[in-house]
């Protein structure tokens, strides 16, 4: 939450700083701002609202100023408005900050009494005048950061421009995302490497508790203790084409369309077809004792926990091995039983996600194993976990996760395989059979999103609905799940998803003829009992959205609406393919409805505060 991004060097910095920043308002879009250095003088610009509402004040910058720090925010403290944006300057220091500052009433009243003023109602000033305040004591700025993170509390990812040390930008990374970018007499610094794209492809990416001083020339990194650490670059190559629209209206879109080549992806780089075995090694697993495991924890956040909700019912059966699902927020508060027999699976398409990565931390200190299922390289989970299955579905950048989410249920399905085949639970026929299921995934997932007209035509009848129930059973569960979650999130439509057998503990109640019911019916082991599930809401006046195979004539008259879905007689796989007509129904809605599909309000598509 909250993009950073800054440049040293000998080009102009405006428009890297602001293409860089429109990489980054995935982050938050609550407003944004860019500070720039020019004749030891600092000058900026800041607007409430989306980055481009921006744009038309860069002009009053200095264009040739070539140091420069920008932000793009997703409000925690202080409402959404230009004095709360930043970068937060006073006189010749400028910052922008990550985080929560979780002391900041304790230290903001401490500096009022020292006569400090205050502008804004951001916890992030109150680290500029610590910073300021320390300044005048230390006069050096890395021995005043030294000082200053001694006093902070919370999670903060600082950028600061000094006018007193013009060819110096200084950073400091803890709990939230940082790296540094390395180029040619010019340096970046950014919350992620997709910011800094057509400019380098090489990456330093800090762990928490460093600091780095960073010129055009020099990158230099100390730990907060004031040790100096060696630099350790990697390269990553991200194309700009894989973060463009590409002629999708939305990336929402582009990236629904893009499940079935992420789907063939992976099952080309984790399956040898031919010999019908798993590359096991490639999925990470051969890094993890799996033999000693004797209990599954899998933590996730939102989307990528609806996937967990599903891999229990791969992994568990699979492996032979209990799977808890929990929610990372409540996992990591509650000290649940973990040892060294203990493997813990973390969820999370950015792998930043604030709770998960707490968890993993956790979840090692008490000496379990950490396995996580990421999919952006390099990220704070991926380097925390002992091994990582990288889905590799190129970046993801609508709010609202699809992609990732069909690759995390692919990933589950082929690690329960994986661990099944290891613990000798599962025969290298049976390994053969499913396998062989997942020939027709990706055509099957592209033949899901070939029915987006049928879809958008339900969608004219319901998209001015105000509540809808999602409803499943088996893994269409978790699926029901899903398709609430994604109708709530960029339709701002009341959605809930529920289990077909839970409906008349509680939820029936709610059932009118205003009511839209969105009904998963594979036809599996629980198909006649969600068909019972359908004639409750009906006989309740619901309106049944049921979804189901192109042939089933009889779920076809049952519900008022049809949505259909090619069929697979594999559960797991049926979870994939399912969701995506739930995918296009919240994605059409959100058009009709008017509302900002890919960056809707209040969201921030990584959540990298608690
Ligand atoms: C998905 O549509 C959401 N935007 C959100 O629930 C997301 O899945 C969640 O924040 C977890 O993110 P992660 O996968 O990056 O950890």
Known sequence: MCGIVGYIGNRSCIDIIYKGLQRLEYRGYDSAGIAVLKNNEISMVKSEGKLAKLEASLSKLPQDASRGIGHTRWATHGIPDTINAHPHVDGSVALVHNGIIENYLELKSQLQKEGVKFVSQTDTEVALQMFIKLYKQHKDPSKTIFALVK???????????????PDELFVVKYGSPLVIGRGQGENFFASDAMALVGH????????????????????????FAGESLPLQFTEVNISSAST??????????????????????????????DAGTLNIADMGLDKLDLKRINNIHMVACGTAYYSAVAAKYMIEPAAGIPVNVELASEFRYRSPWLNRDSLVIAVSQSGETADTLA????????????????????????????????????PEIGVASTKAFTGMLLAHYLVGLAMGVRRNRVSSDELKRALNDLRNLPALVEHAVDSKADVEKVCAKYYESTNFIYMGRGTSFPIALEGA?????????????????????????LIDRHMP????????????????????????????????????????????????????????????????????LSYYIAVMRGTDVDQPRNLAKSVTVE
């Not at 992420?262 to 984790?270: L, N």
């Not at 049944?544 to 042939?551: F, L």
Request: charged share 20%; net charge neutral.
């Open 359 to 394: 968890c993993v931390k956790h979840a090692k200190d008490a000496g379990a194993q950490i396995f996580s299922i990421c999919n952006v390289q390099m990220s704070s989970i991926p380097r925390a976990s002992h091994a990582t299955l990288y889905m590799e579905a190129g």
């Open 485 to 509: 979650l994604k109708l709530k999130e960029i339709s701002y439509i009341h959605a809930e998803g529920y289990a077909g057998g839970e409906l008349k503990h509680g939820p029936i109640a």
């Open 151 to 165: 006093v902070l509390k919370g999670a903060f990812s600082l950028g600061i421009l000094l006018a007193d040390h």
């Open 244 to 273: 463009e629209k590409q002629g999708f209206r939305h990336y929402m879109l582009k990236e629904i369309h893009e499940q079935p080549r992420v789907m063939s992806s992976m099952i080309k780089r984790f399956v040898n077809a």
């Open 517 to 584: 019911v969105v009904a998963l019916c594979p036809r599996d082991n629980q198909y006649e009992k969600m068909v019972s599930n359908i004639e409750e809401v009906k006989a309740r006046q619901g309106r049944v959205i049921a979804v189901g195979a192109a042939d089933d004539e009889a779920l076809k008259v049952i519900g008022h609406d049809y949505l259909v879905f090619p069929e697979i007689a594999n559960p797991a796989l049926q979870a994939i393919i399912s969701v995506v007509p739930l995918q296009l």
């Open 200 to 223: 380098t492809s090489k990456f330093c990416f800090l762990n928490d508790k460093e600091i780095a001083r960073i010129t055009p020339n020099e990158i230099e990194i100390w730990n």
